[in-house]
Structure formats: structure tokens, C-alpha cells
């Protein structure tokens, strides 16, 4: 099954499942272009093809989040205001790193430190 997120102003507004067979050109072989312009005709709206396993565009399209077209990736919402920009992940890292000590963190971004969750 393939996967596309329809785009609106570079936000993902939703992801659908296509069957593969409505990708196949004349010679049997996927081609993006050709879910796209399924979608289109179907749903109306611009569409961009997503991985489910993130084998392409960084990461899989969820619903809100920004596809970035300089980096041809998707990128999910930013955390919180102080996590940074992953370039190779298109992921967002927290300034500070998440112990490793098996205990359970959450962020706090006002104190800017992992905090313990606690039973």
C-alpha cells in the first residue's frame, strides 16, 4: 500500500492509503506522479507521496505536519520552543540529552532539564 498526505500552505492536513496497483505506469513500475494526480482527481488538493517506513521524505507525513521542500522531508511538529532541528533526522532533538539511566523523563521547557517521573 502507498501512502499520501494531502499538502495545504506546506501542512499536512491528511494521509491516506492507495493501493499499488493505481501507481503502476504502462510498464508495471510505480510512479509517484501517478498517485499523485489519483488523489487529485479523487480528493481535489495537492498531494505528496509519504513512506510508512520512512524510507523517503525523512519521515512519515502525520496530520500538522510541515512538508519542507528544500529538504524534500516531512518534519513533525516542534516539541517545545527550545528543541532544535535534527538537518539529517528532520526530527526535533531537545537541547539537552534524555538520561540513560532507565528512568522515565519528561521535559520541562521553562526550568530547560529533563524531570523524573515519578509512580
Given at each position: 500500500?502507498?501512502?499520501?498526505?494531502?499538502?495545504?500552505?506546506?501542512?499536512?492536513?491528511?494521509?491516506?492509503?492507495?493501493?499499488?496497483?493505481?501507481?503502476?505506469?504502462?510498464?508495471?513500475?510505480?510512479?509517484?506522479?501517478?498517485?499523485?494526480?489519483?488523489?487529485?482527481?479523487l480528493f481535489g488538493g495537492d498531494w505528496i507521496q509519504t513512506s510508512y517506513n520512512g524510507n523517503f521524505r525523512k519521515n512519515?507525513?502525520?496530520?500538522?505536519?510541515?512538508?519542507?521542500?528544500?529538504?524534500?522531508?516531512?518534519?513533525?511538529?516542534?516539541?517545545?520552543?527550545?528543541?532544535?532541528?535534527?538537518?539529517?533526522?528532520?526530527?526535533?532533538?531537545?537541547?539537552?540529552?534524555?538520561?540513560?539511566?532507565?528512568?522515565?523523563?519528561?521535559?520541562?521547557?521553562?526550568?530547560?532539564?529533563?524531570?523524573?517521573?515519578?509512580?
Amino acid at each position: 500500500m502507498a501512502h499520501f498526505a494531502r499538502i495545504k500552505n506546506n501542512i499536512v492536513k491528511e494521509v491516506i492509503v492507495v493501493n499499488n496497483d493505481v501507481l503502476l505506469d504502462e510498464n508495471g513500475v510505480e510512479q509517484e506522479s501517478i498517485g499523485i494526480e489519483f488523489c487529485r482527481n479523487l480528493f481535489g488538493g495537492d498531494w505528496i507521496q509519504t513512506s510508512y517506513n520512512g524510507n523517503f521524505r525523512k519521515n512519515y507525513a502525520g496530520v500538522d505536519y510541515t512538508y519542507d521542500s528544500e529538504r524534500d522531508a516531512f518534519i513533525p511538529p516542534k516539541p517545545y520552543n527550545s528543541w532544535i532541528l535534527n538537518e539529517t533526522t528532520c526530527k526535533w532533538d531537545p537541547p539537552v540529552d534524555l538520561p540513560d539511566d532507565g528512568k522515565t523523563y519528561i521535559w520541562n521547557d521553562n526550568n530547560m532539564n529533563w524531570q523524573i517521573i515519578t509512580p
